[in-house]
């Protein structure tokens, strides 16, 4: 492994720690019954990257039917792709990770739409946009610090009744200014 971008942006580790974000905890079994596609073998090799790259750790363990059976917790505060690593990255690794990016996001969208009416979209907050924005450094500076803020006012909310689990994927990508 390269780095820490490889090890998240992995078609098959995106989709664990994603489930793991999502359900807070998770054993093995309840990993293979919800991705489904990805035998356990596969899994337990994946599983353990993440813990030796210290991403998820092991919150809990049991002993069922003589067997360990070991709930697994994402180490969220490990999620970030660290800036020096972000700067060294090949153009072409980009690439990589942005495919993998971009085709897990398409995969929650086709799961999404396939399995709900166009009249749910807006009660349950579906949408996509492609909005360009005009700004100085200092204003994308000041709406990406806004934006964050407010994901930090949500970010730890529990799942209730209440709430619905909503992804939020986000991306910048600069645009080079015609000549004038």
Same mark, same amino acid.
């Given at each position: 492994? =390269?780095? =820490?971008?490889?090890?998240?942006?992995?078609?098959?580790?995106?989709?664990?720690? &994603? &489930?793991?974000? $999502? %359900? =807070? #905890?998770?054993? *093995?079994?309840?990993?293979?019954?919800?991705?489904?596609?990805?035998?356990?073998?596969?899994? +337990?090799?994946?599983? %353990?990257?993440? $813990?030796?790259? !210290?991403?998820?750790?092991?919150?809990?363990?049991?002993?069922?039917?003589?067997?360990?059976?070991?709930?697994?917790?994402?180490?969220?505060? !490990? @999620?970030?792709?660290?800036?020096?690593?972000?700067?060294?990255?090949?153009?072409?690794?980009? *690439?990589?990770?942005?495919?993998?990016?971009?085709? !897990?996001?398409? &995969?929650? /969208?086709?799961? +999404? $739409?396939?399995?709900?009416?166009?009249?749910? +979209?807006?009660?349950?907050?579906?949408?996509? /946009? +492609?909005?360009? @924005?005009?700004? #100085?450094?200092?204003?994308?500076?000041?709406?990406?610090?806004?934006?964050?803020? /407010?994901?930090? =006012?949500?970010?730890? !909310?529990? $799942?209730?009744?209440?709430?619905?689990?909503?992804?939020?994927?986000?991306?910048? *990508?600069?645009?080079?200014?015609?000549?004038?």
């Amino acid at each position: 492994m =390269k780095g =820490k971008a490889d090890l998240l942006l992995h078609p098959v580790r995106m989709r664990i720690v &994603q &489930q793991l974000l $999502l %359900n =807070k #905890s998770l054993t *093995i079994a309840q990993l293979v019954e919800i991705l489904g596609d990805v035998p356990q073998a596969t899994l +337990y090799r994946h599983i %353990n990257l993440l $813990l030796e790259a !210290n991403l998820i750790e092991v919150i809990e363990t049991k002993k069922v039917k003589g067997t360990e059976e070991r709930k697994f917790s994402v180490k969220i505060d !490990n @999620l970030q792709i660290p800036e020096s690593e972000i700067e060294t990255t090949s153009r072409e690794d980009h *690439i990589r990770h942005f495919s993998v990016f971009h085709s !897990n996001l398409l &995969q929650l /969208a086709t799961s +999404y $739409l396939a399995d709900t009416s166009p009249e749910q +979209y807006k009660k349950e907050g579906f949408s996509y /946009a +492609y909005t360009p @924005l005009h700004l #100085s450094d200092e204003e994308f500076h000041e709406l990406t610090q806004s934006i964050q803020q /407010a994901i930090e =006012k949500v970010i730890h !909310n529990q $799942l209730t009744p209440a709430r619905t689990t909503r992804i939020f994927a986000s991306m910048f *990508i600069p645009q080079k200014s015609p000549k004038e």
